[in-house]
């Protein structure tokens, strides 16, 4: 009877050990592919932007707006194409004076959409685009390029950069 006694108890403790190391298992890798999960869902986007330019003639410049993507990120990043672009507005000079912010319903001078399918930024590689643009040589122009994103997936909105020159 005391041997009975002694073995239900040992089967229990057992079965409770066992109940909580398995336990402690599943959410010790639930927790590191949760981990993995974000760290791959989440690239990390850089850019860099420089403009320069060309007399063409005429009162015309031919400037060029050269991009440095980054991404230091452990998954790639697809650019979507419809949402992809290098815009121009035209600036009156006293805005230079002040912090400088485009009105919402202002529409660009110029613009260059992607000419690409599809564009698939590697994970930690850099990638270089440019656009070209026939300017007016006496106006003052923000150069702007914007970056689309699937809002699917990590980033709810689009990403822009503005070289730090004017033009």
Same mark, same amino acid.
């Given at each position: 009877?005391?041997? *009975?006694?002694?073995?239900? *108890?040992?089967?229990?403790?057992?079965?409770?050990?066992?109940?909580?190391?398995?336990?402690?298992?599943?959410? /010790?890798?639930?927790?590191?592919?949760?981990?993995?999960?974000?760290?791959?869902?989440?690239?990390?986007?850089?850019?860099?932007?420089?403009?320069?330019?060309?007399? /063409?003639?005429?009162?015309?410049?031919? +400037?060029?707006?050269?991009?440095?993507?980054?991404?230091?990120?452990?998954?790639?990043?697809?650019?979507?194409?419809?949402?992809?672009?290098?815009?121009?507005?035209?600036?009156?000079?006293? +805005?230079?004076?002040?912090?400088?912010?485009?009105?919402?319903?202002?529409?660009?001078?110029?613009?260059?959409?992607?000419?690409? /399918?599809?564009?698939?930024?590697?994970?930690?590689?850099?990638?270089?685009?440019?656009?070209?643009?026939?300017?007016?040589?006496?106006?003052?122009?923000?150069?702007?390029?914007?970056?689309?994103?699937?809002?699917?997936?990590?980033?709810?909105?689009?990403?822009?950069?503005?070289?730090?020159?004017?033009?």
């Amino acid at each position: 009877m005391i041997a *009975t006694d002694v073995s239900e *108890t040992a089967f229990h403790i057992v079965a409770s050990v066992a109940i909580v190391v398995g336990g402690l298992w599943t959410l /010790a890798t639930w927790g590191y592919d949760e981990l993995r999960r974000r760290h791959r869902e989440h690239p990390d986007l850089d850019g860099q932007l420089s403009a320069s330019q060309v007399d /063409a003639g005429g009162g015309r410049v031919i +400037v060029t707006l050269d991009a440095l993507w980054r991404n230091r990120g452990q998954t790639p990043v697809e650019l979507d194409r419809g949402r992809s672009l290098a815009e121009v507005y035209v600036l009156d000079s006293k +805005v230079l004076t002040h912090p400088m912010e485009i009105d919402k319903r202002s529409e660009p001078a110029a613009s260059s959409r992607a000419r690409w /399918a599809t564009y698939l930024i590697g994970a930690k590689s850099e990638s270089q685009m440019q656009a070209h643009f026939v300017l007016d040589a006496d106006g003052v122009y923000l150069l702007r390029w914007k970056i689309g994103l699937p809002h699917d997936r990590w980033c709810q909105r689009d990403l822009v950069w503005c070289p730090a020159e004017h033009v």
